[in-house]
């Protein structure tokens, strides 16, 4: 009987990441943050964000970061001096508009207090823990990599293909990982990094380009996210 090659996950936790390097430093702001958290108050207020939602991470300059939570969108800003990070904590292709929202939202914030920033790069970190509906994780990966012979039985690997940049398309290097779930009890982590320059993207279609690009990369690998 032949075997399919097609590997088929479903998803059972699933996180978006954006993150931009910055360019210049915001090192003199995050180090007097008041006017940067009056700037991300002011942006977010019609989602009941106040000052209790945003705290300071002390430390070094380079360590220090503003955090803001935005519960209605079930997101978490966090601004240091070189870079902004935003976590969302579930991937759904209804909540595109919202994602944008909020990313558009922190560069306004950016640009109201410091408009000499702009991004070197934007990456896209999508996190997916998922079940196997069938087989074992050992058997889900060997169609992309089997465990040197020599390496004591039961031995299982995990996948990581690093993806190189392509100027013509704005894309830098990026990477697609298959590993163990964390979360899952026998599941697979699917845990994809895309990143584009910062001159040719922006935070508007953003998100929509990335999963995209994440579905292209499913496909070339015959791999399927079910849904419930």
């Known amino acids: 009987?032949?075997?399919?090659?097609?590997?088929?996950?479903?998803?059972?936790?699933?996180?978006?990441?954006?993150?931009?390097?910055?360019?210049?430093?915001?090192?003199?702001?995050?180090?007097?943050?008041?006017?940067?958290a009056s700037a991300l108050i002011s942006e977010f207020d019609h989602l009941d964000v106040s000052l209790s939602d945003v705290s300071l991470d002390e430390g070094p300059l380079e360590?220090?970061?503003?955090?803001?939570?935005?519960e209605k969108l079930d997101a978490s800003i966090l601004l240091r001096a070189d870079r902004v990070e935003i976590r969302f904590f579930a991937i759904d292709e209804t909540q595109a508009e919202a994602t944008t929202q909020v990313m558009r939202g922190v560069w306004k914030a950016m640009a109201s207090t410091s408009p000499e920033v702009t991004a070197k790069s934007h990456s896209l970190l999508f996190e997916m823990d998922c079940e196997l509906p069938t087989g074992s994780y050992g058997g889900a990966l060997e169609r992309f990599c089997r465990p040197h012979e020599n390496l004591p039985k039961g031995t299982e690997t995990a996948v990581v293909y690093y993806l190189p940049q392509d100027r013509s398309q704005g894309f830098l290097d990026s990477s697609f990982v298959l590993n163990r779930s964390a979360e899952v009890e026998g599941g697979v982590l699917l845990a994809v990094t895309l990143v584009f320059e910062g001159k040719l993207s922006g935070p508007d279609g953003l998100v929509e380009e990335g999963r995209e690009r994440l579905k292209d990369l499913l496909m070339t690998l015959d791999i399927t996210i079910l849904k419930d």
């Open 1 to 36: 009987m032949r075997v399919s090659k097609l590997l088929q996950l479903r998803a059972r936790r699933s996180e978006l990441t954006y993150e931009a390097t910055l360019t210049p430093s915001l090192g003199a702001l995050i180090d007097t943050p008041g006017k940067l």
């Open 63 to 70: 360590d220090r970061g503003l955090t803001c939570e935005v």
